[in-house]
Structure formats: structure tokens, C-alpha cells
């Protein structure tokens, strides 16, 4: 990697707070560019001493890692014991706590604000992001077989969800708030398992973002706010990642404080600030359970009392209970 030249020398990523004295992203000037993730090396006697810290850690640990209050710490006191001394103590720390904790092999790429969307597309094949300034990018990342299977898992645990190779494919949200949709086995995809995130911000745009970055004018933004504020119903069209849902969520602030609100999705994307509003997602049949759709979510609204209702993710026949929410006299985006 010596021999690139680096495209962007001043891009260092968005590093983990946890991980930023080890870690860095540099984007490479070759034909096509490359999204390097740079991690401190390892040999492989310290490979095989962090898969042997994990076994020891996974069956030390008798509680949810997610419900402890301070995982790095903890994790830290753990593998001090386990651990009496060590010349490269600080860099096994940082694999346990990016395998434990984070997001393994993406938690580089995950912490960078810059990467709108992360792309595994099978084992043995280079990850890609989306870089909002560079657009898409192959990245030095992949996953063995076994490997991803097991990330695969991973993520959906985090995400509350199940994946079984009889339901192989899951939609869902990270912690994080950002959109996972994900399968498992060869069946559906056939170069095997596969991961695709979605990143959203943290903190919504606004209008003042939208008429700044020249995607509305003052006087379209204006409109807008007018015609929330008196009740019209809007639909927010485009095409994939055009921006639906930022727009969406910059033209709800304009929803007077103190109105009730419900939202209805398949994947929780919709991100208010408000109190009196109740987000509700739908759930795929479970083994044991009902599957809830958005029909459903939308009759158990309209019984508690909305003053908008927003639907988010109509794509086809869900538009049905779009025009439904409409029927009813309800402000409806």
C-alpha cells in the first residue's frame, strides 16, 4: 500500500473516541479509489491469544454486555485479570472492545460521518461504502464465510431481530438508528450472506440545512411550513437515497409543539423531537406471534387520537393506507 498515493492527505475519517489513537481512513489515488481502514497490526501469537481472551470473556460473562453500564471499562477489568501482563496489552483491548462492543471489521467505517452507506455483498468480496464526497468506494475490508454468518448474527442480535436460515432475510435498525437490511445462507443471495447499512444522522437536518445546501429555496420552504402548519396532506417523492426521508423529517418540524403525532414504518427512519408522538413499526411474522402491518399500526392509530399521522416507506400497495389515513380527515404525510 506503500506505493499509493494518497487522493485526500488531510482525510482522516470520523474516529471511534475509543479507538481513534489506533485507528485511521485514508482514501487511496488508484484506479478505482480505495477507502483503506488502517488498524494496528497483529502477529499471530497475539491472534491467538485475543480468540482465546474472547472464549475466556464469553464464558466469564454472565450478563448482557449491552446492559452493563460502562462496557469498556468492564471489558478492561476483565482481560487485566485474565491477562497478568502483556507488551501489546493496549492493541488486544482495542480488537476485544471493537469484536465486544462495536461493530468488529466495520466499527472503523461505521464511526466515519462521512460513509452514508456500507455495502458486504458475500464472503471473500471487498466491502463498499458510500463516501458523500467521493461517492462509492471499495474498501480493503472483507469477510470470510464463516466470519460474515457470524457478524450476520451478531448484527441482528444487536438490532432485537431474528435471522434463521428458514427466515433469511431481516430489516431492521442498529441501535445507532441507522437502517440494517441484511440475509443469511446462499439461498436468496447466492454468493452467500450479505449486510447493507444505511447511515442516518444523528441529528435530523432542518430547514435551515435543506434552503442552505440549495435543496429548497427560502420561498419553497416557505410554502411548505404554510401548508403544514393549515392542515394539507404532502407525499415526498424521488428515487433511492434522494433524500425522502431527511426532507420528511425537516418539513415535520414544522408541526406546531404539543400536536400529536404517530408515524408508521416497517423500519424505524423517521426521527422527531417531539414528545407527544408515538413511533410504530411493523413486525414480520414470528414463530409463535402475528405479523403486524401497517394497515394494523394505521386502525390502532386513528383510536389514539393523532393530529398527523406520518407513513413512511410507500412503495406499492402500502399506498393504500396511505390514501386511508387521508380518508379519515387526518393531516397525513
Not at 452493563?68 to 468492564?74: N, V
Request: hydrophobic residues 35%; aromatic residues 8%.
Amino acid at each position: 500500500m506503500s506505493a499509493y498515493c494518497v487522493l485526500d492527505d488531510d482525510y482522516t475519517g470520523d474516529e471511534h473516541d475509543a479507538s481513534s489513537d489506533y485507528t485511521s481512513v485514508r482514501i487511496l489515488d488508484t484506479l478505482p479509489p480505495v477507502y483503506e481502514v488502517l488498524e494496528p497490526p497483529l502477529t499471530e501469537e497475539e491472534k491467538e491469544r485475543i480468540k482465546w481472551l474472547k472464549e475466556k470473556l464469553y464464558e466469564r460473562i454472565d450478563a448482557k454486555i449491552a446492559d452493563i453500564e460502562d462496557p469498556a471499562s468492564y471489558l478492561e477489568q476483565k482481560v487485566s485479570a485474565l491477562l497478568k501482563s502483556s507488551d501489546a496489552l493496549e492493541t488486544i483491548m482495542y480488537y476485544i472492545k471493537r469484536d465486544m462492543i462495536g461493530y468488529g471489521k466495520l466499527d472503523v467505517i461505521l464511526n466515519d460521518k462521512n460513509v452514508e452507506d456500507v455495502s458486504v455483498d458475500g464472503p471473500h468480496i471487498p466491502v463498499y461504502v458510500y463516501h458523500n464526497s467521493y461517492g462509492s468506494l471499495m474498501t480493503n475490508v472483507s469477510f470470510g464465510k464463516e466470519e460474515l454468518d457470524s457478524m450476520v448474527y451478531r448484527l441482528s442480535q444487536q438490532a432485537g431481530k431474528h435471522i434463521s436460515l428458514a427466515n433469511p432475510l431481516l430489516d431492521a435498525s442498529l441501535p445507532s438508528g441507522d437502517r440494517l437490511q441484511m440475509t443469511i445462507g446462499d439461498e436468496v443471495t447466492t454468493r452467500g450472506s450479505t449486510i447493507t447499512i444505511r447511515r442516518f444522522r444523528r441529528v435530523p437536518m432542518n430547514p435551515i440545512d435543506l434552503i442552505n445546501y440549495d435543496t429548497f429555496s427560502v420561498e419553497m420552504m416557505t410554502y411548505l411550513w404554510m401548508a403544514v402548519e393549515n392542515g394539507s396532506n404532502i407525499l415526498v417523492a424521488g428515487g433511492t437515497a434522494s433524500g425522502k426521508t431527511s426532507v420528511l423529517n425537516a418539513i415535520a418540524m414544522f408541526i406546531p409543539q404539543g400536536s400529536k403525532i404517530v408515524s408508521i414504518e416497517d423500519t424505524r427512519e423517521i426521527n422527531l423531537t417531539y414528545d407527544n408522538w408515538i413511533p410504530a413499526v411493523t413486525r414480520e411474522v414470528e414463530e409463535g406471534g402475528h405479523s403486524i402491518d401497517m394497515f394494523h399500526l394505521l386502525k390502532e392509530a386513528l383510536r389514539q387520537r393523532p393530529e398527523y399521522i406520518l407513513v413512511g416507506e410507500v412503495r406499492g400497495r402500502e399506498a393504500y393506507t396511505l390514501f386511508q389515513a387521508m380518508a379519515t380527515g387526518h393531516i397525513t404525510y
